[in-house]
T-cell receptor, first 114, second 115 residues
């Protein structure tokens, strides 16, 4: 079975502070991992993805994530957040088969305060 | 170019009525997915279409839910005899193919409210 756990449902931070959103996964097969962001009343937008190769992946808006196979984690980080980063963030897993369906975590609401 | 388009953006209906939700994928995308986003359950996979292959319906929660995709493009998700627990945001996504390394592009969703 596949599952994705986002350990924090809400993360409040002040503007220009660093942030880490945590994601752990379980899977019996190799996986692809994604982070999506959702702004209010909008769909999901891809931030970054890990398919293979370098374990440190960089995405849009200054975000990056590190794939750690031994710890089955894929934490999202940004060194300095802006108020515009306030949104809900979803970690997602794909089994790496041809099916392509995604298994999502419950989401983390990031709120950036001035 | 145009992204994934969903209509209506909001739908309010009475319990017991049938509803149809529409998704226009990005042109040329052969894979199409439906997900449901609700407060209690998070984001759940519903159904997946890939080209002319039989759809993967494994995520549909009951036989009141069905979906079709005509001509390999537009898809309609139908919910019959709606219940209050069907209230959620229904998201559609498409990708160039069904392979896992091709990220899914999401529409803005249809917010369904059952009274």
């Amino acid at each position: 079975a596949q599952s994705v756990t986002q350990l924090d449902s809400q993360v409040p931070v002040f503007e220009e502070a660093p942030v880490e959103l945590r994601c752990n996964y379980s899977s019996s097969v190799s996986v692809y991992l994604f982070w999506y962001v959702q702004y209010p009343n909008q769909g999901l937008q891809l931030l970054l993805k890990y398919l293979s190769g370098s374990t440190l992946v960089k995405g849009i808006n200054g975000f990056e994530a590190e794939f750690n196979k031994s710890q089955t984690s894929f934490h999202l980080r940004k060194p300095s957040v802006h108020i515009s980063d306030t949104a809900e963030y979803f970690c997602a897993l794909d089994r790496g088969s041809t099916l392509g369906r995604l298994y999502f975590g419950r989401g983390t609401q990031l709120t950036v305060w001035p | 170019g145009a992204g994934v388009s969903q209509s209506p953006s909001n739908k309010v209906t009475e319990k017991g009525k049938d509803v149809e939700l529409r998704c226009d994928p990005i042109s040329g995308h052969t894979a199409l997915y439906w997900y449901r986003q609700s407060l209690g359950q998070g984001l759940e996979f519903l159904i997946y279409f890939q080209g002319n292959s039989a759809p993967d319906k494994s995520g549909l929660p009951s036989d009141r839910f069905s979906a079709e995709r005509t001509g390999g493009s537009v898809s309609t998700l139908t919910i019959q005899r709606t219940q209050q627990e069907d209230s959620a945001v229904y998201l559609c996504a498409s990708s160039p193919g069904g392979a896992s390394n091709q990220p899914q592009h999401f529409g803005d969703g249809t917010r369904l409210s059952i009274l």
